[in-house]
């Protein structure tokens, strides 16, 4: 059986924050759980925030916003941003460093202080491998982490938590090479589990304000070990760009 539980009582998320040692105090901790850390707590915890009013546009800020559009939020996205994939208004879909495709190359205002916004980390497998090292010192348990954050999906209204950063796990169960039910070799099927156990952790937050940023999902099987780079699509694969 699978089970998703909220761990609850962490207090607020500042920059120095040791989310490892924060999760092994307030949770009790199985071998083999995943650990499902929303990205906002990791970045502020990082100190990827930044105050807007020590932003300046650019001239390509300015001609990429459109009404109502915040352009000092707009340059901080082009930022982070490796190339624009499309813009309309003011909005921004990006690639960012990482190689993710998401909008506004991640830069986000909710559960942000007044006047700031959060960014992704700098590198979400390491913050991942980070936050699993402090746990198995500190709790005695092996566990996988897995670093999300909620993203739009192509051609799909509504957002879903997806992996950014992986440790402890194979992201990708690759069936490829065994039998369906008729006995045909699947060709091609990878199941991208890391994000699968993201959007169930998901499933135990009821809004933005909850809270929440930690999760447990205890009972997946699961083996091996990546990051979340595995996850993301090779250009010479991508029929899309």
Known sequence: MISVIPVEGLPEIGAGADLGELIASAATLHAGDVVVVAQKAVSKAEGRVVRLDEVEPSDRARTLGGPGSDLRQLEVILGETARVVRSRGGLVIAETA???????AGVDHSNAE?????????????SARAI????????????AVIVTDSFGRPFRKGT?????????LAPLRDLRGSLDRSGTALRSTQIALADEIAAAADLVRTGKADGLPVVLV???LFEGDGSAA????SAERDLFR
């Open 98 to 104: 990482h190689g993710f495709v998401c909008a506004s």
């Open 230 to 233: 595995e996850l993301v699509m």
């Open 218 to 220: 205890r009972g997946v």
């Open 160 to 168: 879903t938590d997806v992996a950014i950063g992986v440790a402890g």
């Open 132 to 143: 699993r090292a402090t746990i198995a010192r500190r709790a005695g348990v092996e566990v």
């Open 114 to 126: 007044a006047g700031t916004v959060i960014l992704l980390p700098v590198d979400s497998d390491a």
